[in-house]
């Protein structure tokens, strides 16, 4: 009688640790990734690729941060996998800032930066001296001169490197318009519906924030041929990770791109697949 329980209790021991087994080969196929970031459109647009990374088993977990300093530092010390709000200048001036070694994945959208105003329809109707606000962000300070430029208001010195520029490289300033630029980009929208300054110059995650649509508000809008794609990053030893790699595939593809340009209406615009 002894042999026999001890024969039924080897027998039930053996079945509950297949069931174990079985139970971690199937955790083993899934992956959790959490990716940084801001919460329009960059969230909107992770949350879009959800089902279908969930299908072939990733689990994006999504962290919403709401500035452009938090996140490189939380990726920097392997608090997230990877992050999505920023592009390749914006990348190159925070590694060098901060000894960084950050890459990209690869590029996803555009968000074309414009200028605002409730005072002028044209940016050449602008006023002798008139105060243009921008955003302390450095490594956007060469889309908004270049926007300035290509409305024949500013030159530049000669040599200039666009995604370096800053408003020390303004050769000639017809208008003698005055840049302020010493506010934090989330803080633009705000002064543009309080009529300050003459322009203000907004990204344009926190226009669609706001309420606004970049294609029709805007007086001015950055071009669809601009360096400055949005793009993923990623620490430099993981962006040839499976999940990483089926991460960027779910958001390049024909769909997710398509259903970039149908959402924002000109607001965001899908890129071409640039790494």
């Not at 408003?167 to 840049?179: A, G, P, Q, S, V």
């Not at 002064?191 to 300050?196: D, P, T």
């Not at 071009?223 to 991460?247: C, E, F, Q």
């Not at 259903?259 to 615009?269: F, N």
């Amino acid at each position: 009688m002894k042999k026999k329980l001890v024969g039924l209790l080897a027998i039930a021991a053996s079945a509950l640790l297949l069931v174990g087994c079985g139970k971690a080969s199937s955790s083993e196929k899934n992956t959790t990734i959490t990716v940084g970031a801001s919460s329009v459109p960059h969230a909107e647009i992770l949350k879009h690729v959800q089902p279908q990374l969930k299908k072939e088993g990733i689990n994006l977990k999504i962290k919403v941060f709401q500035d452009y300093i938090m996140p490189n530092k939380a990726l920097a010390n392997k608090e997230l996998d990877a992050n999505y709000f920023q592009h390749i200048p914006f990348l190159d001036n925070w590694n060098k800032k901060n000894n960084g070694s950050l890459v990209s994945a690869g590029a996803v959208h555009l968000e074309p930066i414009g200028v605002y105003s409730k005072k002028v329809k044209n940016l050449k109707d602008l006023k002798d001296g008139a105060t243009i606000l921008v955003s302390s962000n450095v490594a956007d300070y060469g889309r908004v001169l270049t926007i300035f430029k290509d409305a024949g208001l500013i030159t530049l010195k000669k040599g200039t490197k666009i995604t370096t520029a800053t408003f020390d490289d303004i050769k000639t300033n017809k208008k003698h318009l005055i840049f302020k630029h010493t506010y934090e980009a989330k803080l633009m929208t705000q002064f543009y519906k309080n009529n300050e300054g003459d322009a203000v110059v907004i990204n344009a995650n926190y226009a669609v924030q706001a309420g606004l649509n970049p294609a029709k508000d805007a007086i001015e809008l950055e071009k669809s041929s601009s360096p400055y794609a949005n793009i993923v990053a990623v620490r430099k030893n993981d962006k040839n990770k499976p999940a990483i790699k089926k991460l960027m595939k779910a958001l390049q593809s024909k769909s997710t791109q398509t259903w970039i340009k149908d959402k924002y209406k000109g607001g965001v615009l899908p890129v071409k697949k640039v790494n």
